[in-house]
């Protein structure tokens, strides 16, 4: 039997893969392949429209993503779970989302000055927070 390679499986077989995992685990699986194909199959898939910093990964596999995965002009929605509040200091004051319409933060305690400049910067473009 010969071996089917990853990228000749049909677009629909691709996306089905992709409708069972979260966003940010298709694009820790499949964003690093550095396929301009599959980029254009992931955006189709929506899967650069949002950051979910939650436990769902850990902090190497954020920063992997945050170093040239993410297409922070494509993101709409960014959410922070209390965990990661400190990592929102990896996003400004340096990294504005053009389209971001929708910041969710989860469980703060207390307000950083990091969130406060993220809140701030983005107050222009946001319509639910």
């Known amino acids: 039997m010969t071996p089917t390679h990853f990228m000749l499986l049909p677009d629909i077989v691709l996306l ?8 940010e685990d298709v694009l820790y699986a499949f964003g690093d392949l550095h396929d301009f194909y599959l980029l254009d199959l992931l955006t189709e898939h929506g899967a650069f429209r949002q950051i979910c910093l939650s436990s769902k990964l850990s902090r190497h596999q954020y920063q992997v993503l945050s170093k040239g995965i993410w297409c922070y002009d494509l993101v709409r929605s960014f959410v922070c779970k209390e965990m990661f509040s400190d990592y929102i200091i ?3 004051p340096c990294q504005i989302f053009t389209s971001l319409t929708e910041m969710q933060v989860f469980c703060l305690r207390c307000l950083t000055d990091d969130l406060a400049q993220f809140v ?3 107050s222009s473009t946001l319509t639910h927070f």
């Open 16 to 23: 089905e893969i992709f409708s069972y995992l979260s966003c």
């Open 120 to 122: 701030i910067a983005h």
């Open 90 to 92: 990896h996003f400004t």
